[in-house]
């Protein structure tokens, strides 16, 4: 029996066996929006050398930034659903075509006991052991996403992708992952503690240079370095924040409308930054100054479905935002956001602390 409680990034396996990535908590009724994330060779391949998994003699492809959303889109339009605010189709899957799907806690479990069969779940077990004796947290905070989540990673490859689940937990490992840091002998370091990280990374962003990314990056926290004695390598160890379930209401309001109004570019102070670290990433803000564009009136917030923007700015910080200008009806009132998503004008935004 399928399991319909899903929130951001559980995955959903199609009839056709497309992979997709719940997208955030706001979803239709009998229907989830999301982020294709594979698709099985038969349907689809990619010249992109970091795009291919295999599994069990079965070959699948990774889509990059909006490949997949593209890829659906012409090819799948039973995957394309209704979005009544925004009054467009999005990507997504109702529920009569969902044939599995995969919830990162349960896999986690799965595979610690599995601990002892390669050197990358040796990693994942000992990693997390570590991480349980210097915190008070629990093995059902975490899960795992990306290859370990769907059984393609390469055990002298692959990364260690774990989810933490909950705004207390996430403050309480980022605390404790910043003292690992810190300490002379720890197994654990910053990633983007020196620009050796960055030095091979593909940059397209117009506005959001790669010095900025590097020292937004470095502050998360989320993103370390395993020293793993048994396999010999330092194996990257990302922590991605997901809600827990009692903090989870479906954001999904059909009675509202959002616009487009334009394109603005702002300066402006983080009043709150509590939804920073989630999917949608969503700052209050108190606008300073408009730098460009026509028509701003009462803005009140960020709201970006760019990964590179999780966590960007903290309360009280001016931020420089550039993104497409939305007015947000809604039954009792009327405000304005700026919203970061795909889009032609991608990588021309921009949400970075003002230094």
Not at 56 to 79: E, M, T, W
Not at 143 to 151: D, N, P
Not at 235 to 242: N, R
Not at 261 to 287: C, H, N, T
């Amino acid at each position: 029996m399928v399991d319909f409680r899903l929130r951001d990034r559980d995955a959903i396996v199609t009839r056709e066996g497309i992979i997709f990535r719940v997208y955030g908590y706001a979803h239709p009724p009998n229907a989830f929006i999301c982020d294709p994330e594979y698709a099985p060779s038969s349907l689809y391949q990619s010249t992109d050398p970091r795009a291919y998994r295999d599994k069990a003699r079965r070959s699948f492809y990774k889509f990059y930034v909006d490949q997949g959303l593209q890829f659906v889109a012409q090819n799948y339009p039973q995957h394309m659903i209704w979005h009544e605010p925004l009054g467009q189709k999005l990507v997504g899957v109702h529920q009569e075509n969902i044939k599995e799907t995969r919830q990162p806690g349960r896999v986690l479990d799965t595979l610690l006991q599995r601990k002892h069969e390669d050197s990358l779940l040796e990693a994942l077990g000992s990693l997390l052991d570590l991480l349980l004796e210097r915190t008070n947290l629990s093995s059902t905070d975490f899960g795992v996403f990306g290859s370990l989540l769907h059984g393609f990673y390469h055990p002298d490859f692959s990364d260690l992708d774990f989810i933490i689940y909950g705004n207390d937990q996430l403050k309480h490992l980022t605390e404790t992952l910043g003292i690992l840091y810190q300490e002379g002998d720890s197994p654990l370091q910053n990633e983007f503690a020196s620009l050796e990280s960055v030095k091979d990374k593909r940059w397209r962003f117009v506005n959001y240079s790669l010095k900025e990314y590097l020292w937004h990056q470095k502050r998360k926290r989320i993103y370390g370095l395993y020293s793993h004695s048994q396999s010999g390598r330092k194996i990257k160890a990302e922590f991605e924040p997901v809600r827990s379930w009692n903090e989870i209401q479906n954001e999904y309001t059909p009675a509202g409308k959002i616009l487009r109004k334009g394109w603005a570019k702002l300066l402006a102070r983080v009043k709150d930054s509590s939804d920073g670290a989630f999917m949608p990433s969503v700052y209050q803000i108190e606008p300073v100054k408009t730098l460009k564009g026509e028509g701003v009136n009462d803005l009140r917030r960020i709201v970006s479905f760019v990964e590179e923007f999780r966590l960007q700015a903290e309360r009280d910080e001016l931020v420089i935002v550039e993104g497409n200008l939305e007015q947000v009806l809604m039954p009792k009132e009327s405000f304005q956001q700026v919203t970061l998503t795909y889009g032609a004008r991608y990588y021309e935004q921009t949400l970075k602390v003002a230094r």
